[in-house]
């Protein structure tokens, strides 16, 4: 058997495409390969199951190795094998795939989904970093001669009579010289621990040391010694492929620490498993963020058929679930030829609303079944909570009935039962139910203090996304308002109508607000003199609740730019009816009215830690003259 020919393409070019634009990993060769091998395995496997092969299966384990010396990389396998002919017809024709065919003509008989191939380019990917490629295979078919195809990244082929004694396909690539890079075994080693770990054949790549037990010494301690192993690189029956009955938490959580060795525990995770009306398996786990959390995606890893594709899942899940750890695997993801990006398909968007809803299930059936555990689980999983309402329409239907806030007294709401816990004592004159709520209840802890006064509660609203979820629980719920605890005056935040009598005359009310305006020196600043309760502060500084939160959006990631250019404008409110201010209306001349008027105002920058540099060198001097007066 000899014969020469011509690759069967329609382009003299398509070797250096191949090699320049094909894949955008030159590595991902070795996934190609490899998963043609282990395709190759499968079928075998599949053809003996129905009844269509007869001999013995033997060890199909799949084998990785390189000739640093000759530069040489070798994948064999023991699967099925071809002949001549299907050389030519799998090879020489690029773009047919085998494994397609295989699929259309077992596809009624077994479960296809096994097959990993699906593109026939995935072989000359071996070109984007050989200068030659052989290929020695023999047949699993009766009576069948082994073959060997040769090629030098030309068109020009050459098939003769191959030197397989055995059942399966040997790939041989001679490396180029600008490629050489891969003849290195923790380099090989770390692409097929990226790529091809979680494989349903097992893959050796060369031998490793194991210890073993050898004997006892002379006070009865076990020994151990030092055998070479065969270095199998992958676990062929991963989590995510069994039932979840089969699984125990010590299941779930060891493989958690395999994909993420670093790690803590996560809280929880969510067995997926769907076959209509699209395959999916996989395991989602929520991590441990706390407030200050890391927004590091690409945690979790897509597969198709366990074969690993990308950590870049922004099309197959939420945006607000890309914070979660684990694996997806499906066959019905579309790919690119090159697999490396996915393709707009339908089935991508049913995928992503099946991870919502199943995500959502899971939540809420948590919060059912055991609330308490729940709630000690809030402060990790609340973004994640707040992120999908605010993101997807169809996750915050559901989210709104297990949605926490958590109060100063540390008991949790879910929104609807907060509204009514506070209803009664804090609508306002517009039937508006007005919920406060601090960002830092120890900076804004003279505002919180006024607030109880009146038996008001406070709800604490502290996280990273949280001033985005603030303005979505106004547009969701109907009558209900939130306002920061210091962002007015707590007569003004829960403006009931119920006037309050000033002991100041209107001139009176006039010339005090003259006296701070020329004391505080900021035209930025809006002065007003308010008649208040006689035990509230001598004068409140707030920023107004809707510039401030358009500058706490856009710290975060959201609000118009104009806010941030903006300067600092306060509304400072002097309390009418503070004994304070009555003493700065009577001191005797207009320097010590100011003085006073500078000290009150410096103590309510210096009580929101507002006051730095030269003012609190200033102040900190006038307070030691007015305390020796």
């Given at each position: ?82 002949t001549a002919d299907e050389i030519k ?26 097959i990993i191939g699906h593109f026939g ?105 030092t055998e070479k192993v065969d270095n ?398």
């Amino acid at each position: 058997m000899a014969e020469k020919g011509t690759i069967s393409i329609h382009t003299e070019n398509i070797f250096p495409i191949i090699k320049k634009f094909l894949y955008s990993d030159h590595e991902i060769f070795l996934r190609e390969l490899v998963s043609n091998a282990v395709d190759a395995s499968q079928k075998i496997k599949q053809l003996a199951s129905l009844g269509e092969y007869t001999g013995e299966l033997g060890n199909l384990t799949v084998e990785v190795s390189f000739d640093e010396k000759k530069k040489t990389i070798t994948v064999s396998d023991n699967g099925i094998g071809m002949t001549a002919d299907e050389i030519k017809k799998y090879i020489n024709q690029i773009a047919f795939s085998g494994a397609t065919e295989f699929v259309e003509k077992y596809k009624d008989k077994a479960d296809n989904q096994q097959i990993i191939g699906h593109f026939g380019l995935g072989f000359y990917s071996a070109f984007m970093v050989a200068k030659k490629v052989e290929i020695n295979t023999l047949s699993h078919q009766e009576g069948a001669e082994s073959a060997k195809w040769i090629c030098t990244g030309e068109t020009d082929f050459e098939i003769k009579k191959g030197t397989r004694k055995t059942r399966g396909t040997d790939i041989i690539l001679h490396v180029a010289d600008d490629s050489e890079e891969f003849l290195n075994e923790h380099r090989l080693q770390g692409i097929l621990d990226k790529y091809s770990k979680f494989l349903p054949i097992p893959i050796k790549f060369g031998q490793k040391d194991k210890q073993v037990e050898d004997g006892k010494d002379k006070d009865g301690k076990t020994k151990y010694k030092t055998e070479k192993v065969d270095n199998i690189i992958n676990d062929t029956d991963p989590i995510w492929t069994k039932s979840p009955s089969d699984l125990k938490d010590e299941d779930y959580l060891a493989f958690y620490k395999s994909l993420y060795p670093f790690s803590e525990d996560p809280l929880f995770w969510i067995h997926l498993n769907v076959d209509y009306p699209f395959n999916l398996t996989g395991v989602l786990y929520f991590p441990k963020l706390k407030k200050d959390f890391d927004l590091q995606k690409n945690k979790i890893q897509l597969f198709s058929r366990q074969v690993f594709i990308t950590d870049e899942v922004k099309d197959i899940v939420p945006e607000f679930l890309q914070l979660l750890h684990g694996v997806i695997d499906s066959p019905d993801i579309p790919l690119n030829v090159s697999r490396s990006y996915l393709q707009s398909d339908s089935n991508v968007k049913k995928i992503n609303g099946y991870i919502t809803k199943k995500v959502a299930d899971k939540l809420g059936e948590l919060f059912k079944n055991d609330r308490k555990g729940y709630e000690a689980k809030w402060e990790d999983i609340g973004v994640f909570v707040k992120y999908g309402m605010i993101s997807e329409e169809k996750f915050d239907e559901k989210a709104k009935d297990f949605a926490l806030v958590k109060n100063l007294d540390g008991k949790y709401f879910t929104i609807e039962e907060y509204k009514k816990h506070i209803e009664a004592n804090q609508t306002n004159k517009d039937k508006n139910v007005v919920a406060l709520y601090t960002t830092n209840k120890d900076k804004q802890h003279s505002y919180i203090e006024t607030a109880k006064k009146r038996s008001y509660d406070v709800i604490e609203l502290s996280g990273p996304i949280d001033s985005h979820f603030i303005s979505h629980m106004e547009q969701k719920n109907d009558k209900l308002q939130l306002q920061r605890v210091d962002a007015d005056v707590i007569d003004k935040l829960i403006d009931k109508d119920e006037k309050k009598e000033s002991v100041l005359s209107d001139k009176e009310q006039e010339t005090i607000k003259e006296i701070f305006e020329k004391a505080i020196n900021n035209k930025n600043n809006s002065v007003a003199v308010q008649p208040m309760a006689t035990d509230d502060l001598p004068v409140t500084i707030t920023l107004p609740e809707f510039i401030r939160r358009m500058k706490d959006m856009q710290a975060t990631g959201g609000g118009p730019m104009m806010f941030g250019d903006m300067p600092m404008t306060l509304s400072v409110a002097v309390n009418a009816n503070h004994a304070m201010t009555k003493k700065i209306l009577e001191a005797d001349s207009d320097e010590a009215k100011q003085r006073l008027a500078k000290q009150a105002y410096d103590l309510a920058l210096l009580s929101q830690g507002m006051l730095e540099g030269k003012d609190l060198t200033d102040f900190v001097n006038r307070s030691v003259e007015l305390s020796l007066a």
